[in-house]
Nanobody, 124 residues
Framework: HVQLVESGGGSVQAGGSLRLSCRVSGWDYNSYCMGWFRQAPGKEREGVATIDTKGSTFYVDSVKGRFTISIDNAKHTLTLQMNSLNPDDTAMYYC???????????????????WGQGTQVTVS
């Protein structure tokens, strides 16, 4: 039973930083594609950053140079370091995971099956 649990959200002022973590348990696959999505009120959920077993990463243009996705395989933890935050980054952030068949070039090409419950990020 795969479980993803996010932590690290909160409220910060513009220009500040936050670090989101996603603890993954029950992952029985040898490889993965994992990432972060976000959804702001009244907007569709969008992919923010993705990483796969080969280390390929994807970032949406709006966060390139500011956000960094990484994974600690030993700790089974996916991390999103967010710097230079601005109010447009305000959203509920979700981590997601699936097998590499759901990704191409580090980008999800199908909606992942496994999701966390979300953590709120508010930038003022």
């Amino acid at each position: 039973h795969v479980q993803l649990v996010e932590s690290g959200g909160g409220s910060v002022q513009a220009g500040g930083s936050l670090r989101l973590s996603c603890r993954v348990s029950g992952w029985d696959y040898n490889s993965y594609c994992m990432g972060w999505f976000r959804q702001a009120p009244g907007k569709e959920r969008e992919g923010v950053a993705t990483i796969d077993t080969k280390g390929s990463t994807f970032y949406v243009d709006s966060v390139k140079g500011r956000f960094t996705i990484s994974i600690d395989n030993a700790k089974h933890t996916l991390t999103l370091q967010m710097n230079s935050l601005n109010p447009d980054d305000t959203a509920m952030y979700y981590c997601a995971a699936d097998t590499p068949a759901y990704c191409s070039g580090g980008l999800f090409i199908h909606r992942p099956r496994y999701w966390g419950q979300g953590t709120q990020v508010t930038v003022s």
